[in-house]
């Protein structure tokens, strides 16, 4: 059974989904998983290939949510985005990675 951390993070990916949906994103697989990490979203924007990064506090106790895509982070997003290209044949594909924050 889903922790209540779990359930608000899975809530804020389906709103994400349907934001970036309306803006005429395609979404493409939910968390989309490697050996160096994980991706919340990968969609289609045009011709670019998106990746996001879904983050929110319930507070701020523990600082805002960007400040939680620190570089370590970033890094491993970038390790992932370059996997999902390299497994889907997309390596010469436009892509970059977004991060999408709940406030």
Do not use: C
């Amino acid at each position: 059974m889903p922790n209540s951390r779990t359930r608000l993070g899975t809530q804020r990916e389906e709103l994400a989904t349907r934001h970036l949906e309306a803006l005429g994103f395609r979404i493409l697989p939910r968390n989309f998983r490697t050996r160096s990490g994980e991706v919340d979203l990968v969609a289609n924007e045009g011709e670019t290939i998106v990746f996001v990064e879904v983050r929110t506090h319930r507070s701020q106790a523990y600082g805002m949510s960007e400040e939680a895509v620190a570089r370590a982070k970033r890094q491993r997003l970038a390790l992932v985005a370059e996997q999902y290209l390299q497994d889907h044949d997309l390596s010469s594909s436009p892509w970059r990675v977004d991060v999408e924050v709940d406030r």
